[in-house]
């Protein structure tokens, strides 16, 4: 039975009046010495709360889909099955912008169906990606536009959007719990928002409950290639697509913020642009940052730090949101620093670090992006 959906929150609200109705029945009845009478009667209250608490854990689950599966909730799942020295191969600077050479590169047709769970909407699709260069494996969740199977559109190539969750945070979340795609349709189909493809992989690698970064940290994890190189491979080789940086761009929340920021400065060859919704520049405001732990990763996965450093500002623009004390010091400082052509806009919000401030928010971002890479006719 899986952690998200109907059937085990309805398994959970069931427990709850039998765990009461055992214990009733048989507080009366516990025979035996006083000490295990007692023991015997905390027990039952005990399972009681036990099924309380555990009922409202799978509600607020499903309704923010923080964990989306029981390998996340337990911390079993390891999704890294190598980690080669990408560096090596690719160049700091993250090398040739994937798609460029097919000379050298063989293109691998996914399978993909949907995605299961009820919480999402049916026309997204899911794969189970193999990474070939970053060693890593998880699934990759893809949206297409309503104008994908369009006759009117079979010529075209459509720009694309990584979407990054938050730490924890499951690759459904955008999809079930900011209803990215139920938002942006009827936009898409007035012409208000571009056609943008949404593709929402695993950012959720490591199986000991540690926050990637969404970086390559030698000996540990290859996150930051696995984002923006084997996915987004992995979309160039089964859509129609454009792998011009110009057409593409990743956004994040929270953790998936942070990570918006920093993969949009790293890469300007492969995004265009980068929306940071209440997100942070220094790694280490998430406690179980992997790259918070190393003072030069801690350095060089600062977003502020990568623009600060850059030879030449990047031809990138960022959407930063966030409230006092959530983000929003982090985006005055990247527009502060932020030199032509970079731009940075900021948007000053108000409420909880939460879903109810960022679903609302989606119309309007996709808007500004819409701005940034407009629908091609």
Known sequence: MQLTGTPFLILTIILVPISIAVALLLWSRVRGPQPVQVLSRIVMLLFCQITAVTTVFVMVNNANLIYGSWDDLLGTGNHVRAVPNVQADTGASGG???GSDTKQHTKVVQHFKPVGDPKVPNDVQTTDLKGAVSGVDGEVLVWLPPQYNDPAYKDKNFPVVELLPGWPGSSKTWFGTLRVSEQLKPMMQSGQVSPFILVSPRTNLLGDSTDTGCADVPGKVNADTWLSKDVRQMVLDNFRVDASADRWAVAGYSAGAHCAAKLALEHPDLYRAGVSLSGYNDPGAEAQSLTAKDPHLREISNPLNILKSAKTPPKTALYVS?????????????????KAPTTVTVQETTGAHSSDVWKPMVPGVFTWLTGIIPAQH
């Open 322 to 338: 966030g409230n006092k004390g959530d983000g929003l010091e982090g985006g005055e400082a990247l527009k502060a620093a932020a």
């Open 96 to 98: 040739p912008t994937p």
